[in-house]
């Protein structure tokens, strides 16, 4: 999986779709037949995926050759690496493909345009999956797309630093500053991550805040725990234990930590794979991250299978996704991958060659989806902008959550 938002420093909501763009996708116009329409005879489909490593690439190919060989449809696979701007060309030019790799947070803009075919409980058993993951992909009471797979954030630290300095991975607020002070040194600051909201966001739904009420029709950016979230890392980076990645010369906090310019960071179970490639020999551990005034907090980051409206043939589209999600090949999907089946039913299997991974599994239970509404993508600019001001010291908290609560309101209308 690919994740979407925080691998590594990817920008976090959906590139906004222009008029033109969402009058094709309503219209659903291009070449070959009706939207909807079962095509005659044995259906050829396209999907469109984007590539996460060579491995995984091969295993969904082989999935896609097992499902062909059925006979019940033939599905081309096209991995794209430029692949928002390929998707978004396919949706604007009329002809998207039949199935598609869809990040959680562009699921409200498409459902409004009326671009997704809605297939979620189509599938097997659609309860199994995770309802923090249903909720990602379900716009207006209507479950979309099943979830492919997913992924939490959690703090990664590296062993030795921790038991060079007397220090065992925090389980607190006053513990993470603790650790962060006594683990900094003049070329490591204790903490690396991210200054983008979707790792701050953590520290804040550990204080109980969020940008919006659940609904997402009312703005809570400057209510008192949105406050106390970004104050606990704004003044760790004031202090000088805490620090972006690019103030230490790394792109984002796993190739801080693997360099040894960070003691500990904010990353996903996507670090896995990066650690072994590219920082074999780094010994690291994973904890959960440390309980707030409100207790634990992470975020959850997910891509599903989509379906195009506009498929000639929706029916083999969506008989090609229920193959994916179904329990035996998700699971060999993703056992070679840190990324985590997004069917409860699988973690017991999954984590029992990699039980090291549990805190990712566990946040599961507490995580909270990071989908707003359509058009919300000017807000969670205005708080990355205010929250990079905050990193590097020339910005206030409250004068950040004042200007975000501003957007936020007018976004929403109130």
């Not at 699988?346 to 060659?353: H, P, S, T, V």
Request: aromatic fraction near 8%.
């Amino acid at each position: 999986m690919r994740s979407p938002r925080p691998r590594p420093i990817r920008l976090p909501a959906a590139a906004a779709l222009s008029a033109t763009t969402l009058c094709v996708l309503v219209a659903g116009c291009g070449g070959g037949e009706s939207a909807g329409q079962a095509s005659s005879g044995k259906a050829t489909l396209s999907m469109y995926a984007w590539s996460s490593s060579p491995a995984e690439d091969g295993v969904l190919r082989k999935a896609i050759d097992d499902y062909n060989k059925l006979g019940r449809a033939t599905v081309k696979l096209n991995i794209l690496p430029e692949y928002d701007t390929a998707l978004q060309t396919a949706l604007a030019g009329g002809e998207p493909p039949d199935v598609f790799y869809l990040n959680d947070n562009k699921v409200p803009d498409l459902a409004k345009a009326g671009a997704l075919e809605p297939i979620g409980d189509k599938m097997d058993k659609p309860g199994d999956f995770y309802p923090t993951l249903k909720d990602s992909f379900t716009y207006k009471g209507t479950f979309y797309c099943p979830p492919k797979d997913f992924s939490t954030l959690q703090l990664v630290y590296d062993k030795d630093a921790l038991a060079g300095a007397g220090v065992k991975p925090p389980t607190t607020w006053d513990e993470l500053a603790a650790a962060a002070k006594a683990l900094t040194k003049p070329d490591r600051p204790g903490l690396v991550l991210n200054a983008e909201f979707y790792r701050w966001g953590v520290f804040a739904v550990a204080a109980g805040g969020w940008l919006t009420d659940d609904a997402v029709t009312k703005a809570t950016a400057d209510t008192p725990e949105m406050t106390k979230g970004m104050e606990l890392l704004a003044g760790l980076h004031k202090a000088g234990y805490a620090a972006s990645p690019q103030t230490v010369g790394a792109g984002w906090g796993g190739e801080a930590l693997g360099k040894g310019k960070a003691a500990m960071t904010v990353e996903g179970n996507w670090i896995v794979g990066a650690m072994k490639t590219d920082f074999p020999k780094v010994k690291y551990g994973i904890a959960e991250l440390p309980a707030g005034p409100a207790g634990k907090g992470t975020l959850s980051f997910s891509a599903c299978y989509a379906v195009a409206k506009s498929s000639a043939d929706t029916d083999a589209a969506t008989d090609f996704v229920r193959f994916l999600t179904a329990p035996e090949r998700q699971l060999e999907f993703t056992k070679q991958f840190p990324v985590m089946p997004s069917r409860q039913s699988l973690a017991e299997k999954w984590l029992a060659d990699k039980p090291e991974l549990k805190p990712f599994v566990d946040g599961s239970t507490y995580a909270r989806d990071s989908i707003f509404v359509p058009g919300f993508k000017p807000v969670i600019d205005d708080i990355n902008d205010g929250i990079q001001g905050l990193a590097k010291g020339n910005r206030q908290v409250a004068d950040v959550l004042t200007a975000t609560q501003k957007v936020a309101e007018s976004t929403l209308g109130g």
